[in-house]
C-alpha cells in the first residue's frame, strides 16, 4: 500500500509542477503529505596550498597553455600575486644571417603574450596603469624527480630584482584588447640583445631545437613581474611567448624567434605561474588542516588560484521512519549580495568527496554517474534573491538508508570551483587541477549553508 501511495503522489508532483521548493505550499498544505525541514550545516573554509602550475606537466590536464599574471589585493581573502616563469630555445639556423652577411643588430622584443581577440581580465581594474618587468633568471626552479611538477607555493624569485631587462605600462582597457594592428611588447636590454645575436651569426648550434637542453644551460629563462602598485590579474598564453632578435642590411631587415617548446614536451623544460599569497588576518593561518569556522567570522569563501574551498560537514537523519521518505535533499548557499572588488563570482561550483582522513577522494556524482554541480540562481526583480542548489539526493539516501546501527557516519563533502581531483608524483593526497588553477573567480557566503530534506509522510 505504502508503494502504491508514494508512486501516486510522485506523479502527481510531477504532473503539477516540478519545482520541489513549492511542495507543501499549495498542493497539499491541509494534509500534510510532504514537508520541507531545514538544518544548519557545519561548514568552514580550507585551503588548497599546494597546487600544481606547471604547463610542462598539466597541460593536457587542463587542456589550456594559460598562465596568469598580476597582482590584485582582495579585503576579504587577502593579497595574490601572479608571475609567469618560462623557457624559450632557439628556432635552427636555416636561412639565417652569418658573419659574412655583415647584418646588424637593432632590437631584442617580447612579445606581451595574449589573444588579443579573446582575452579577458580575470579580475581588477582596467582603468589604473598596469606595470610590468622582465628579468631574465639566474637558475632553474627546483624540481623532483619524482614529482616534476612546480607547485604554487615554490621558493622563488630566481632572478636579480635590481636588473630588469624592460618595462612596459598599459591600461587594459576595451581598445587596448582590440588593437591587433599595435601588439604590445616589451623592448629588452641591448646587451642580452647583441648577445643574443652574436649566437645567430655564428649559427651556434645550441639554437637548434635538437640541442634545446643546451640553449637551456645557456639560458635558464625569463619571468614577467607586475608591478606592486598593480591591481589587475590577466591571463596569458604561454604558446604565444615569443622573444624576437631583429637586425637589417642597408634596407634589408630580418628577425628570427626564440620559442616555447612545442607542447611543453621536453621532461626539462617548464612554463609555469608562481602564485603568492599573502593572506588577510581573518585568513591568516587557514589551511587544508587548520580550517576556519564559518562560525567564527560569519563567512565562508570559495576562490580560484588562491585555493580556498568550502568543508562541510552534514547532519545524518536516518530515514528508517516507516511513515515517510525522503523524496530531495539539497544544499543550499547563499552569496554574498555586494562585489566592488572586480572579482568575477562563478555561475557553477562543484562537489567533491572527502574520506574518514580528509582526503580528497573523488568527485561526488549521482546514481547515473553525472558530477554534482551547484547552479547560480537569480532573480531580475530582486537582487537579494540568489543562490546556489546543489542537489545531492542520491548520495544522502544511499548515506542514511536503513540507519547504521546507531552510528551516524561522517558525511563530509568539500565544494569549490569545476575541476578534478588527480595525483601528481608520487604523494598520496590528491590536489586539483580545472577551474581553481586557471581562474580567479571568488564566492563569499555570508548566511548560514542550510541543508534542506523534502519528506514524503504517509
Not at 637586425?247 to 628570427?256: A, E, I, Q
Amino acid at each position: 500500500m505504502r508503494i502504491v501511495f508514494l508512486a501516486g503522489l510522485l506523479f502527481a508532483l510531477y504532473s503539477c509542477n516540478n519545482d520541489l521548493n513549492t511542495i507543501g505550499d499549495t498542493m497539499v498544505p491541509a494534509e500534510g503529505y510532504v514537508n520541507i525541514e531545514t538544518f544548519d550545516i557545519e561548514t568552514s573554509t580550507v585551503r588548497l596550498n599546494p597546487f600544481p602550475t606547471s604547463l610542462n606537466i598539466l597541460t593536457k590536464m587542463l587542456e589550456s597553455n594559460q598562465l596568469t599574471l598580476g597582482k590584485m589585493t582582495d579585503k576579504t581573502t587577502g593579497v595574490t600575486t601572479a608571475t609567469p616563469y618560462f623557457q624559450l630555445i632557439g628556432s635552427g639556423n636555416s636561412g639565417i644571417p652569418n658573419y659574412d652577411d655583415n647584418y646588424v643588430y637593432d632590437s631584442l622584443t617580447l612579445a606581451f603574450p595574449f589573444k588579443y581577440d579573446e582575452t579577458k581580465i580575470l579580475a581588477g581594474d582596467t582603468a589604473t596603469l598596469q606595470t610590468y618587468r622582465v628579468y631574465r633568471l639566474k637558475n632553474f626552479p627546483p624540481t623532483d624527480f619524482d614529482d616534476p611538477c612546480i607547485y604554487s607555493n615554490e621558493t622563488l624569485p630566481l632572478y636579480d630584482p635590481e636588473t630588469p631587462l624592460a618595462t612596459l605600462s598599459v591600461r587594459l582597457e576595451k581598445q587596448f584588447f582590440t588593437q591587433r594592428d599595435k601588439e604590445a611588447y616589451f623592448k629588452l636590454d641591448d646587451a642580452l640583445g647583441r648577445e643574443l645575436f652574436s649566437l645567430i651569426r655564428r649559427q651556434d648550434s645550441i639554437l637548434d631545437q635538437s640541442n634545446a637542453l643546451d640553449f637551456m644551460r645557456y639560458f635558464a629563462g625569463l619571468t614577467i613581474v607586475p608591478d606592486k602598485d598593480n591591481m589587475a590579474l590577466l591571463p596569458i598564453d604561454g604558446s604565444r611567448l615569443s622573444l624576437t632578435c631583429h637586425y637589417h642590411l642597408d634596407v634589408k631587415t630580418g628577425t628570427y624567434s626564440f620559442q616555447p617548446l612545442a607542447a611543453y614536451s621536453s621532461g626539462g623544460y617548464y612554463a609555469f605561474t608562481n602564485i603568492e599569497h599573502t593572506p588577510s588576518d581573518r585568513f591568516s593561518n587557514v589551511s587544508w588542516y587548520n580550517p576556519l569556522p564559518y562560525t567564527q567570522e560569519n563567512k565562508a569563501v570559495i576562490q580560484g588560484q588562491n585555493g580556498y574551498m568550502l568543508k562541510m560537514k552534514l547532519p545524518f537523519k536516518s530515514d528508517v521512519n516507516p511513515y515517510r521518505t525522503i523524496l530531495k535533499v539539497e544544499i543550499v548557499l547563499e552569496p554574498k549580495i555586494d562585489n566592488f572588488e572586480d572579482i568575477p563570482e562563478p555561475t557553477t561550483i562543484q562537489v567533491f568527496t572527502l574520506d574518514k582522513y580528509s582526503r580528497i577522494s573523488g568527485k561526488l556524482t549521482d546514481l547515473s554517474g553525472n558530477s554534482v554541480f551547484g547552479y547560480l540562481e537569480t532573480n531580475p526583480n530582486y537582487k537579494e534573491d540568489r543562490k546556489y542548489r546543489i542537489d545531492i539526493t542520491d548520495y544522502y539516501n544511499s548515506m542514511v538508508s536503513n540507519g547504521t546501527g546507531g552510528i551516524d557516519p561522517e558525511l563530509n563533502l568539500l565544494i569549490g570551483l569545476a575541476g578534478s581531483p588527480v595525483q601528481v608524483g608520487v604523494d598520496e593526497i590528491n590536489t586539483f587541477v580545472g577551474a581553481n588553477n586557471l581562474t580567479f573567480q571568488r564566492l563569499i557566503v555570508d548566511k548560514t549553508p542550510v541543508l534542506r530534506i523534502y519528506y514524503a509522510n504517509y
